[in-house]
């Protein structure tokens, strides 16, 4: 069974900074992909960063050199480094992980970002 565990979540000032983690239950070496999506309320589910399994990494136009997704294969981690936060950030955000035929999600964390 896959599973995927976010932490790290929780209320910032704009301006500020979260780093986000996510524990998987497989050895992510072997994973396609790994990476972060978010959603907001009345908005759909979009991607923020995703790095594959050779290291190779891609952002959404919208956070590109504020966040930086990274990867611990001795430790099945992710990681998603959130700097220089913007109101526009606050989203659920959910770990995601490709492995053929199918899409394995996290239950996702809270990011607010707020004054």
């Known amino acids: 069974q896959v599973q995927l565990v976010e932490s790290g979540g929780g209320l910032v000032q704009p301006g500020g900074s979260l780093r986000l983690s996510c524990a998987a239950s497989?050895?992510?070496?072997?994973?396609?992909?790994m990476g972060w999506y978010r959603q907001a309320p009345g908005k759909q589910r979009e991607l923020v960063a995703v790095?594959?399994?050779?290291?190779?990494?891609n952002y959404a136009d919208s956070v590109k050199g504020r966040f930086t997704i990274s990867r611990d294969n001795v430790n099945n981690m992710v990681y998603l480094q959130m700097n220089n936060l913007k109101s526009e950030d606050t989203a659920v955000y959910y770990c995601?992980?490709?492995?053929?035929?199918?899409?394995?999600w996290g239950q996702g964390t809270q990011v607010t970002v707020s004054s």
């Open positions: 497989v050895r992510i070496f072997t994973v396609y992909a």
């Open positions: 995601n992980g490709y492995i053929s035929p199918r899409d394995y």
């Open positions: 790095i594959t399994s050779d290291g190779i990494t």
